[in-house]
């Protein structure tokens, strides 16, 4: 039986099929009004070939209605005292700079935040929390009419120490259950101190459960029966029942699908450590991976976001993989502002009008530019089943020339170059302001463009190679083809780690062991095949943040050792306070790092024909046929190598390595 990967982009519906050896990989339009309808169209494609099974899916839908404020009316729970918590935030802002600062105004507004007489406070004799006041029956039916009252669809309950103690929240929720509409509850969600993140993470889920609900219920009645999956930000699959209860775990599911997917091409070609760069229509995200020092197996949830992250403004506390989207993809349109300067996205013309190219359009994109320039061919786009429209382009490109006072040509050079000194600042996000070095770490590229840029991404920052998986377009559909289950359970502390000797932290872990390893039962996970990461957030006592770190004997000489590497020093003299406990329940990836296959010469039918490209000028250049480079093969530069997903510049200088997997390995000469 196949396993099915669905990636649903802004501009692509793609879907990666697996079986015997056999592969399909089907790229459709997506259809924004109505996404499930290109997951149908899809899967009936692949039934057509003979592909079925069950189906593990990476979604923007509810991605994209909380960057569009299309969140359903929730109301906002909360002790007395508290409803503004979720508006004071921290006090922060993201432009300091800024002379005129915006903030971003809260899901719920002030008449539809509640609040109850519930409270528990810390002990000030020793460990353990205090009931001040719990709610009283007459207290919460008044609640729950208040509720009707205000006509909300979704409900989030957030109490000041849930994290701790989640039994007086679980208890406002029972009282709710007549209202029969979707409650999060903060404690059982996110068990974890810092409340603004906490309140922040469920009210965004309470948003989204009503509109994540009614999509997976679509998906579910069209797929006759099959099994479906989605994909978790944390790069973990879930169950498509948690999903639909708790979508705040699959807001980065499509994001997070190339990343697995980027270590694996990675490993196959020999690299443990990467930097991914995903470029699709819409936009560019880009990642970096790490690699188990060990060797040993580890969860996906181990490369999680240093913090929170921030969508559309509001912190999302849930594991999520460390990714840097910026609005640049083949889609992003090219204008020329007052002042006569260049700017490239990060308005998109996504699917539909889409590029210039397709025939429906007319602002010029980044893929407009690489057609006008020759490294797109038109009767070989998606395998030639969708023709581009040549002559639009060039009108299009000649328009912005005469704003730009240059031939078209060179707008669309300038256009290329725009992009990419995007893309460079994103990937130095990811590298050196985390403390990596980029000229040690190879580039993955992939998604529909990311060929086209990886070798002048990979020069400009000096980086050894660059490395284009197989399908590179449609690389995140295959990661979540080869996505395994996993759920992490954790525990909030915030006691002095010599309060836990090994034998009480022992304890508590298999406590958490037991709870992950039964969800991932339910959700039909073979026990013999389950492994548990466990891990522990650490800091000195002082600090505002903390270090995950994973669970031995001797963790505080880790944390230490740790502290020193990140951060050039160590504070041993300082108390060490335990924040939080972790257990991950997972099933590893399976796939090892692959060896240097044996060299053979490269058949004269790889060389379809030649025609002229522009690189940093105009060449005669060899087009290459994908499918006949096999791993051992090796060709130099200038050429350009053709696929159906995507097409890959090579340029002179530069040599590619097909390796094991069937991966392009370029590397300067």
Request: net charge positive.
């Amino acid at each position: 039986m196949a396993v099915i990967g669905i990636d649903v982009g802004g501009t692509f519906t793609d879907l990666h099929a697996e079986e015997d050896g056999r592969t399909c990989v089907i790229k459709v339009p997506s259809t924004p009004q109505a996404p499930a309808r290109a997951v149908v169209a899809a899967l009936e494609k692949a039934g057509e070939a003979g592909f079925l099974g069950p189906v593990i899916h990476g979604t923007t839908v509810a991605l994209n209605a909380l960057l569009e404020g299309r969140t359903h009316r929730v109301a906002f729970v909360t002790g007395e005292g508290f409803r503004d918590l979720i508006e004071i935030g921290r006090q922060d802002r993201d432009d300091i700079y800024a002379l005129h600062p915006s903030k971003t105004l809260p899901l719920v507004p002030r008449r539809l935040r509640f609040e109850v007489p519930a409270r528990i406070w810390p002990r000030e004799d020793g460990p353990g929390f205090l009931e001040i006041h719990r709610p009283s029956r007459t207290e919460l039916a008044s609640l729950k009419k208040k509720l009707e009252a205000a006509r909300v669809e979704a409900v989030a309950v957030c109490l000041l120490h849930s994290w701790a103690d989640p039994r007086m929240e679980e208890q406002i929720g029972r009282s709710l259950a007549g209202l029969k509409l979707p409650v999060t509850l903060s404690g059982r969600l996110l068990p974890e101190h810092r409340e603004f993140e906490r309140f922040s993470t469920a009210i965004v889920n309470a948003g989204l459960a009503p509109l994540m609900a009614s999509y997976v219920a679509s998906l579910t009645a069209r797929f006759g029966g099959r099994s479906l999956r989605l994909l978790q930000s944390s790069g973990e699959s879930i169950s498509v029942e948690r999903a639909a209860r708790e979508p705040a775990r699959i807001l980065l599911s499509g994001p997070a699908g190339g990343v697995v997917g980027a270590r694996m091409a990675a490993r196959e070609a020999g690299f443990e450590q990467m930097v991914g760069l995903d470029m699709g229509g819409t936009s560019t995200d880009v990642s970096f991976h790490e690699g188990s020092r060990d060797g040993a197996p580890q969860p996906w949830s181990g490369q999680r976001t240093p913090g929170p992250v921030r969508i559309g403004g509001h912190p999302i506390g849930l594991p999520s993989l460390d990714i840097h989207t910026i609005g640049c993809g083949g889609g992003s349109i090219a204008t020329v502002d007052s002042a006569g300067a260049l700017h490239v996205g990060p308005l998109s013309a996504g699917a539909d009008p889409g590029p210039v190219c397709h025939g429906r359009g007319s602002r010029p994109t980044v893929t407009d530019a690489h057609v006008l320039l020759g490294h797109i061919r038109s009767d070989r786009f998606l395998g030639g089943n969708d023709a581009l429209v040549i002559d639009r382009v060039e009108r299009a490109y000649r328009d912005l020339a005469r704003s730009l006072g240059a031939s078209p040509e060179e707008a669309a050079i300038g256009v290329i170059e725009a992009a990419r000194a995007s893309m460079k600042r994103a990937i130095g996000v990811m590298t050196m302001q985390r403390g990596h070095d980029p000229e040690a770490l190879p580039l993955v590229a992939f998604g529909g463009a990311g060929g086209l840029h990886a070798a002048a991404l990979a020069e400009s920052m000096n980086m050894p190679a660059a490395l284009i998986p197989a399908s590179p377009g449609a690389l995140s559909a295959m990661g979540m083809a080869r996505s395994t289950p996993g759920h992490e359970c954790a525990r909030g502390c915030m006691q002095p780690l010599s309060a836990w000797p090994q034998s009480r932290l022992r304890g508590e872990f298999a406590n958490l062991e037991r709870e992950a390893r039964a969800v991932l039962a339910a959700d039909g996970a073979l026990p013999s095949r389950v492994q548990i990461s466990k891990r522990l957030d650490l800091r000195y006592r002082g600090q505002s943040f903390e270090l995950t770190i994973p669970w031995s004997p001797r963790v505080a000489e880790s944390f230490h050792r740790v502290h020193a590497r990140l951060y050039g020093y160590a504070l041993e003299s300082v108390p060490i306070e335990l924040v939080c406990i972790r257990a991950v329940a997972f099933i590893p990836a399976t796939g090892s790092l692959g060896k240097r296959p044996r060299r053979r010469q490269l058949p004269g039918r790889a060389i379809r024909d030649h025609r002229r490209v522009v690189f940093d000028r105009a060449r005669r250049t060899a087009v290459l046929d994908r499918s006949s480079l096999q791993p051992g093969h090796s060709l130099l530069g200038p050429a350009v190598i053709e696929e159906y997903t995507a097409t890959t510049l090579l340029p002179r200088g530069w040599r590619i390595d097909v390796t094991h997997g069937s991966h392009l390995l370029m590397v300067r000469i």
